[in-house]
Each structure stands twice: as structure tokens, then as C-alpha cells.
């Protein structure tokens, strides 16, 4: 990189253009209009939101990052909470332990999080160009241009600072930059079927695995539920037609009953992947979400994963492009966010090779694992940490305070609010004790929020847009505090 800033005098009428409008496209965007960055995204689909969802379930480091954002309390309202995840018939991972507001899983399908993120998104400024694929691009050291294809098939050219390819596993954005996709099919020929039953089940998130068969039951709020079952035994080709009757089979092998599942409004078959770019910035384009990385759908942790990589990039995007800080910035999002990938790809592809154990001695290892996290309790946080996401912390530089990198918990503020209030607007926080460092953000108040904190404590704090501690120290000096803020805010 070249080390220069990218001023916001930047001549490129987008100056973002975000490929794809999933939920990791479309935080992303209402992250960079919301700090007065241009963005426009670019999506291949018709603007229309669909009841047929991939995802069902948000974790609490993801729900802390949406209350950032104003927008938890509404999809909470809308969603239904669970406090108990059960991963195999032995372990059940307790949720209302988290040291988080949303101490639980909310079940929720992914369009109900589309929406409001949209929402959003265009209520910021954001612009959106519905039924037009990118169909290439060509970077420089002055910017990106793309190529993009109408719904009328007329092709024109746009013009960006930066591109972030949010286009799922397939993107265009991805080949177009020349990355591999390494890894491979885990599980295939797994069927989906979103039905009503006749049956309400008797938890409101439904799993498990009985020798050869798997199968998940969860409900959308509008009557119907999505099934999901794979059977091992059965390897078909994905084109093959299904019916009903082979979902009903699955479930019944899987879960004892197929609680008088009908009227299915959408039958398919489908692989699960686990695959990793080997790297998340070529130049001026980044990946996230899909594009980057994918994995097995079990802990249910990849729209979560897809948003807390839009998290990380966006406030890093406006920092550059308002000339607030230095290009080399954006590689911390690789650094910051591919170790996070990695290990999600190896917790979830875990989770299903050991509930579809076979041999003895696997199946073994499941219920011994099982009763020791169900006993030993820093190894139960750590694995509710992975799951939820509040366990992962960021590399810190060497020398720095402890706390550097970590999640920072919504802590209460002197003025009665909670921090992930104070961090709504993409905004820096700063938080000292009430008489240590009084200037409200001076020059920097259109990206600094200072607060205080509500008990004695004396430490000073410093809180990246992503609700991840910046800088810290034990004592709230007024020098250190300013050379803090000239390093990270700018």
C-alpha cells in the first residue's frame, strides 16, 4: 500500500460501490452513508424481499452490534428468544450466562433483519441500483472501475474509491480480483423444505442426529417452519427432484416424528461448503460475508459472522476516505477478521462431524467432550464465546494495555445511557472519569462521543466504532488520552 490518505475530495462519484444487498451488503451501507460516505449498491436481483430466508438466528455479539445501530430493540420485538442452545443430546450450552444485554439467541429469519437494515440504509443516503450485475473490474492506484450489466442489458461503466464484494459464495468480485475459493463440499445432497405442521414441536429451535440422519426445525412467525435434513445414506445428485414424502423420511429418522409437515412452498437441495479466501483485500477491493468465507450452517453462525465483517471494514472505510486516517488502516480488516472466519469454519464443521459420528470411538469423544463442558466452566465460556462471538478479541500491538482489542461490554454511563447508545452514529467513545478529560471531541466531535463513566472507576477508555477497545490506560492522563485520540481518531 502506498501509505497515503484518501481525503474526501475523492473524485469518484460512488465512493464505495458495495456488490451485493444480503445483510452484510446491506449494514455495510448504512454504515458509510450514516458517516457521509457516498456508497451505491449494486445488486443482480430484483428489489424485492423475500419470505424464503437462508438464516434464523442472530447471537449476542451480533445483536450488540445492531443495538449499536438503533435496531435491536425493533428486531427483538420481532423475533422470539432462546436461552438454551442444545448442540448434541448431552450438551446444552446455557445462553442466559453471557455477560452480554442479550444474554440468549434470538430466532428470527434473516429477510425480518434484511428489512430493517435496508431501511436504514436508505434512510441514511445510501443508493441502490436493483437488476444490475457486475460482470468485471479493473483497479488502480487511483480507484475501481466496474463494469456492470442492466436489466435492459445495456452495460456501463462505474467509477469507486473502494469495492466490497458482499455477493455470496459465488461472487463475482472475488474472481474478478483473481482469488482462489480453497476448500470443499462437506455435506451434500441435504434437502430443505419450508412446510407447515400440524405439530408444533416443543422447543422453539428443533435438532438432532439418530445414525445416518440429521434434521433442524425452526419457525419463520408466519406459520410455516424451514426443515432442514441430510441423510447420509442418500447421496443424490442436486438436481434431483424432491418431494415431500423424502423430507418427511429424513425428519422421522432424525427426530422420531415428522409433526404432519404439509403444504411446503419451497422443496430444494442443496451442499454446504467449507471454504476461505486466502485473503480479504486485493487493493482497493474487499470481501466479506459469503464472499469470503463459508462453512456448515451448524451454531448458526454465518449471517453473524457476514455482519460483524461489515462492522469492522465500515467505520475503517470512512476513517481513509474522510483523510482521518492512513490506507495501511484497511489491512487491519484482514488481520482483524480472517482469523475469525477460520475459526468459525473449524467450530461449525466440529459441531456437525460430531453429531453425525458413526464410529464408536467418535461418538465416544462427543459425550466426553459434552460432559466436560457441561462441567468445567472456562471451557463452556469459551465455547459460548465462539458461538455467540463476545469471546473473539482483536490482535493488540506490542506494549499495549491489556484490554486493547477486546469486546467492551455496554457498560453504563454517567448520563444514564449504555455505551452501544453512545456508539450509535458510527462515532468513536471515549470514557474517563468525570474529571479527567472534559473536552467533547473538540475538532473531532463529528467522530468522537467523550462520556464517563458511572461508578469511581478511573481508567481511561477509548472505544472503537465497533464496540472494541482502541486504547486504553489504567489512569486517565490528559496527555495520553490526547495522543490516543491523534493516533486513532485522527
Not at 422447543?203 to 439418530?210: E, G, Q
Amino acid at each position: 500500500m502506498n501509505g497515503t490518505p484518501h481525503g474526501a475530495s475523492t473524485p469518484h462519484p460512488h465512493a464505495v460501490i458495495v456488490v451485493g444487498s444480503g445483510p452484510t451488503g446491506l449494514l455495510l451501507a448504512g454504515d458509510l452513508a450514516t458517516a457521509g460516505v457516498p456508497v451505491t449498491v449494486l445488486e443482480k436481483r430484483p428489489h424485492r424481499i423475500s419470505n424464503l430466508s437462508r438464516a434464523f438466528v442472530l447471537h449476542a455479539r451480533t445483536l450488540e452490534q445492531l443495538d449499536a445501530r438503533g435496531l435491536a430493540d425493533e428486531l427483538e420485538a420481532v423475533g422470539r428468544r432462546l436461552d438454551r442452545l442444545r448442540l448434541y443430546e448431552r450438551l446444552t450450552l446455557a445462553l442466559d450466562t453471557l455477560p452480554s444485554r442479550f444474554n440468549h439467541l434470538l430466532v428470527i429469519p434473516q429477510y425480518e433483519v434484511e428489512k430493517a437494515l435496508e431501511r436504514r440504509a436508505v434512510e441514511a443516503g445510501a443508493r441502490f441500483r436493483h437488476e444490475t450485475e457486475v460482470i468485471g473490474l479493473a483497479q488502480d492506484a487511483d480507484g475501481v472501475t466496474v463494469e456492470a450489466r442492466t436489466a435492459t442489458g445495456a452495460t456501463e461503466t462505474l467509477h469507486a474509491a473502494y469495492v466490497v464484494g458482499a455477493d455470496g459464495m459465488r461472487s463475482v468480485v472475488r474472481s474478478a480480483v483473481g482469488l482462489p475459493f480453497p476448500g470443499r463440499s462437506v455435506i451434500r445432497s441435504v434437502v430443505l423444505a419450508d412446510v407447515r405442521l400440524a405439530e408444533e414441536p416443543e422447543t422453539l429451535l428443533t435438532v438432532d442426529a439418530v445414525g445416518d440422519a440429521f434434521a433442524f426445525l425452526a419457525p419463520f412467525g408466519d406459520g410455516y417452519h424451514r426443515v432442514i435434513g441430510w441423510d447420509r445414506s442418500r447421496d443424490v445428485p442436486e438436481d434431483e427432484p424432491l418431494g415431500l414424502d423424502e423430507v418427511r423420511e429424513i425428519t422421522r429418522l432424525a427426530l422420531g416424528r415428522d409433526f404432519g409437515m404439509h403444504d411446503a412452498r419451497w422443496l430444494s437441495r442443496f451442499h454446504s461448503d467449507e471454504r476461505q479466501a486466502p485473503s480479504y483485500r486485493v487493493g482497493r477491493v474487499f470481501l466479506a460475508g459469503d464472499a469470503a468465507h463459508v462453512h456448515t450452517p451448524a451454531g448458526g453462525q454465518g449471517m453473524n459472522t457476514g455482519l460483524q465483517d461489515a462492522a469492522n471494514l465500515s467505520w475503517k472505510l470512512a476513517q481513509v476516505i474522510h483523510g482521518h486516517a492512513d490506507d495501511v488502516l484497511l489491512d487491519t480488516y484482514h488481520a482483524e477478521r480472517h482469523p475469525v472466519g477460520r475459526t468459525v469454519l473449524r467450530s461449525s464443521g466440529g459441531i456437525v462431524r460430531l453429531a453425525m459420528a458413526k464410529s464408536l470411538w467418535l461418538r465416544a469423544l462427543r459425550a466426553v467432550g459434552a460432559s466436560f463442558l457441561n462441567v468445567v466452566g472456562p471451557a463452556r465460556r469459551r465455547a459460548l464465546g465462539q458461538v455467540t462471538g463476545i469471546g473473539y478479541r482483536y490482535p493488540a500491538p506490542r506494549g499495549a494495555h491489556r484490554l486493547t482489542g477486546r469486546r467492551v461490554p455496554d457498560v453504563p454511563l454517567a448520563d444514564g445511557r449504555r455505551l452501544y447508545e453512545a456508539l450509535r452514529g458510527g462515532r468513536f467513545v471515549l470514557i474517563t472519569p468525570p474529571d479527567a478529560y472534559d473536552d467533547q471531541g473538540g475538532a473531532r466531535k463529528d467522530r468522537l462521543a467523550v462520556e464517563h463513566w458511572a461508578d469511581d472507576r478511573r481508567r481511561a477508555l477509548l472505544v472503537r466504532p465497533d464496540g472494541y477497545v482502541a486504547w486504553a490506560a489504567d489512569t486517565a492522563d490528559p496527555a495520553a488520552i490526547e495522543g490516543a485520540l491523534a493516533a486513532h481518531v485522527g
